[in-house]
């Protein structure tokens, strides 16, 4: 079976772009022009049911609110803003009229809080699963889209929030957690079910850094860090080092992971899916400038590494170096 950047190589190997297709396919979103001043961003993210989420871990609103915030995402991840939305559903026997209208009051409550306006979309019937294809449209000042491809050596690495809590939150969903049972949010395993089913997009920094001109590259966290940094040194054609102990890990992997069935924090934190972050790369001399952020957006900031010339991702662990390989998150077809 291919896996899911085997398919999109070939897809990308056949497309042809015309001239006002700025960046097309292989980044967080496709830059195309429209105005001296202005970039449009363009996005879509498909999510099937069985696949990306399941009906009884969740609620219509909640999962209405993480198909649209999976999107914003990847404007953030542009440094971009939303503007537009498409939504596409296709429907089984089981979604009665009380569930869709929770589904689309939370994709309509999260569109209104960001700004963006909902303007088509299309509706289906299936047979047994529930799809939810939302496209979203974004600009950015002209030229200023941050990519995957411009890191530079030197550059520092830097990561918003903390890492961990949503591939921590899926697990504990496979094992019968679910969030109506935990009542008090300062639970650890409340946090991390949270994480996994209501992400928030990290809209305002991704602005600011766009806006500003800090960062080199970027790419939000999807497929895990060890995945997603690779997606960059892969478009950057160069290699990272980053340091174990600055890995900022999510407060409740930390509380409830150790000793627990063998798990590692780190490794989650590396490798878990759906965090929904932004990783960065920018120049040294920007660092006074980014520690200013966390202050004025409430939003945290941690240099995890450095790019390097050697293209390969590595890791210090207590003083030795070892290879990362790219173990995040993989849609298999």
């Keep these: 079976m291919p896996s899911e950047s085997e398919i999109i190589s070939r897809i990308k190997q056949r497309a042809r772009s015309r001239g006002d297709v700025l960046i097309g396919i292989g980044d967080d979103a496709a ?19 069985g696949i990306h989420f399941r009906l009884d871990w969740t609620t219509p609103r909640m999962l209405g609110r993480k198909a649209l915030a999976v999107n914003l995402s990847d404007i953030a991840a542009m440094g971009g803003v939303p503007k537009f939305a498409m939504i596409s559903v296709a429907l089984p026997h089981h979604c009665f009229a009380e569930f869709v209208n929770g589904l689309f009051g939370g994709i309509a409550e999260l569109a209104d809080e960001h700004g963006v306006s909902i303007v088509g979309g299309d509706t289906s019937s299936s047979r ?31 990561v918003s929030g ?13 094992e019968g957690g679910r969030l109506e049972d935990l009542k008090d949010r300062s639970d650890a395993k409340q946090q991390a079910i949270f994480k996994h089913l209501a992400p928030e997009p990290r809209l305002t920094l991704g602005r600011a850094l766009g806006e500003a001109g800090l960062a080199t590259s970027m790419i939000d966290i999807s497929d895990g860090l060890s995945t997603d940094l690779w997606h960059i040194l892969d478009e950057s054609h160069a290699g990272a080092l980053i340091h174990a102990d600055a890995v ?43 520690m200013v952020l966390p202050e004025t957006l409430g939003t945290k900031i ?7 010339g050697e293209m390969r991702l590595s890791i210090e662990v207590n ?15």
């Design 248 to 290: 900022p890990i999510a407060g409740c992997v930390e509380s409830l992971l150790p000793g627990t069935q063998g798990i590692d924090p780190l490794r989650l934190a590396l490798d878990g899916g759906e965090d929904y972050e932004l990783l960065f790369t920018a120049r040294p001399e920007s660092e006074k400038q980014l």
């Design 162 to 174: 903390s890492l961990g809590a949503s591939a921590l939150g899926l697990s504990l969903l496979r």
């Design 128 to 158: 047994d699963s529930l799809f939810i294809d939302v496209s979203v449209i974004g600009e950015c000042a002209a030229g200023k889209a941050i990519t995957r491809r411009g890191a530079m050596i030197g550059d520092k690495i830097y």
């Design 31 to 49: 830059v195309l022009k429209n105005t001296s001043e202005t970039d449009l961003l363009a996005c879509c993210d498909l999510m099937v049911e």
């Design 319 to 333: 003083g030795a170096i070892e290879s990362v390989e790219r173990s995040g998150y993989e849609h298999l077809i």
């Design 302 to 308: 941690t240099a995890i590494g450095e790019i390097v």
